[in-house]
T-cell receptor, first 114, second 111 residues
Framework: DTGVSQDPRHKITKRGQNVTFRCDPISEHNRLYWYRQTLGQGPEFLTYFQNEAQLEKSRLLSDRFSAERPKGSFSTLEIQRTEQGDSAMYLC????????????FGPGTRLTVT | DQQVKQNSPSLSVQEGRISILNCDYTNSMFDYFLWYKKYPAEGPTFLISISSIKDKNEDGRFTVFLNKSAKHLSLHIVPSQPGDSAVYFCAASEYGNKLVFGAGTILRVKS
């Protein structure tokens, strides 16, 4: 049973560059969530998918952020024109849609924008 | 607007004693509550959960108590072990959708 995986684990980029992160959920889970965590805070919700449909987006998700889950399996989160304030840990989680209150998290992608 | 609050940034406990971590919430629509444990450089690990229709759930050394009238929940770890040292996050959900997290409590178990 493989858990949620994320790639890359670390990303250093220069301000203004675009970055893309990938998340592979637990195989039988049809819901996939993205969260962002900064130092000293709990994870904050960004967006989530049920199968390939994006059902909710947070106000935190500016128009520089876009997420996709093209075939209802893996998901990508892209940040365009990165800013220093985007530096954070980006976490992916998955769950079952029916009765799946528990979300299982991946190891995260640590983004540093210089 | 913090809907989930963990007012103790840190807690230090002697090995073998009880650790009690507290969490308060403001949104009465939350119907499910969860505790996660997080080690540095790892994602949060699910620990234990409780539905709003219950007031207690137990799993081994971990027990979660829910007081709906006070909008308060707590996690009890008995007996505490050095390996329990981590950051603990309280989270709440409304109808099984997104999780709303507290800021976390750092638990240190001293041997």
């Amino acid at each position: 049973d493989t858990g949620v995986s994320q790639d890359p684990r670390h990303k250093i980029t220069k301000r203004g560059q675009n970055v893309t992160f990938r998340c592979d959920p637990i195989s039988e889970h049809n819901r996939l969530y993205w969260y962002r965590q900064t130092l000293g805070q709990g994870p904050e919700f960004l967006t989530y998918f049920q199968n390939e449909a994006q059902l909710e987006k947070s106000r935190l998700l500016s128009d520089r952020f876009s997420a996709e889950r093209p075939k209802g399996s893996f998901s990508t989160l892209e940040i365009q024109r990165t800013e220093q304030g985007d530096s954070a840990m980006y976490l992916c989680a998955s769950s079952l849609a029916l009765g799946g209150y528990e979300q299982y998290f991946g190891p995260g992608t640590r983004l540093t924008v210089t | 607007d913090q809907q989930v609050k963990q007012n103790s940034p840190s807690l230090s406990v002697q090995e073998g004693r009880i650790s009690i971590l507290n969490c308060d919430y403001t949104n009465s629509m939350f119907d499910y509550f969860l505790w996660y444990k997080k080690y540095p450089a790892e994602g949060p690990t699910f620990l234990i959960s409780i539905s709003s229709i219950k007031d207690k759930n137990e799993d081994g050394r971990f027990t979660v108590f829910l007081n709906k009238s006070a909008k308060h929940l707590s996690l009890h770890i008995v007996p505490s072990q050095p390996g329990d040292s981590a950051v603990y996050f309280c989270a709440a959900s409304e109808y099984g959708n997104k999780l709303v997290f507290g800021a976390g409590t750092i638990l240190r178990v001293k041997s």
